[in-house]
């Protein structure tokens, strides 16, 4: 499958992190994820929130309206401040197992720690949402955990969402009627 194109997608790169968002530490995690999305094609957007539950969620749930992909990195782990998990689920129409399990198994060839990593990723409308970890090296290697997957999930989000088939109501036959003599 390779590195689909995400050519015409708006991404927007949000970092969780206090650190960052006091000045105090620098937003690697953040370009390094900017950097493989514009690679691909996508027009990346890039914030940063704090580790507080309700301004992450209120985040996300804006950028939703404007962005098609939402890659978080950040707050991930099991500290009382790693709080992105459950920020997220607030927002989520639904989860997609598969891609936390994807960045996991992957992880795990780095690093058995990475079965601690809480990362997820779901849909709110028809954004795709997923967080990554807040370590470069953890974000790098699990957005190229789904890079395979991302144009794909991003096109049947968009729609249609007939895979091409026809529609329902001309798909079945109508059944015929017997003559009753």
Do not use: F, K, W
């Amino acid at each position: 499958m390779g590195n689909a194109s995400l050519s015409g997608v708006r991404a927007l790169v949000l970092t969780i992190s206090d650190g960052v968002a006091g000045g105090g530490r620098p937003d690697e995690s953040g370009a390094v994820l900017a950097d493989r999305l514009g690679g691909m094609g996508a027009t990346v957007e890039r914030d940063v929130v704090s580790d507080e539950q309700g301004r992450i969620a209120a985040r996300i749930s804006r950028a939703t309206t404007t962005h098609e992909l939402i890659v978080s990195t950040g707050g991930t782990g099991l500290t009382p401040r790693d709080v992105t998990p459950q920020a997220v689920r607030t927002v989520l129409d639904y989860e997609i197992p598969g891609i936390g399990e994807a960045m996991r198994a992957a992880g795990r060839t780095s690093t058995p720690l990475a079965d601690l990593s809480r990362s997820l990723g779901g849909v709110s409308g028809r954004t795709l949402i997923v967080c990554v970890p807040g370590s470069p090296r953890g974000a790098g290697e699990s957005l190229a955990a789904i890079e395979p997957i991302l144009a794909h999930a991003l096109e049947t989000l968009a729609g249609p969402h007939d895979h091409g088939r026809p529609a329902a109501s001309s798909a079945v036959a109508e059944p015929e009627q017997e003559d009753a003599d």
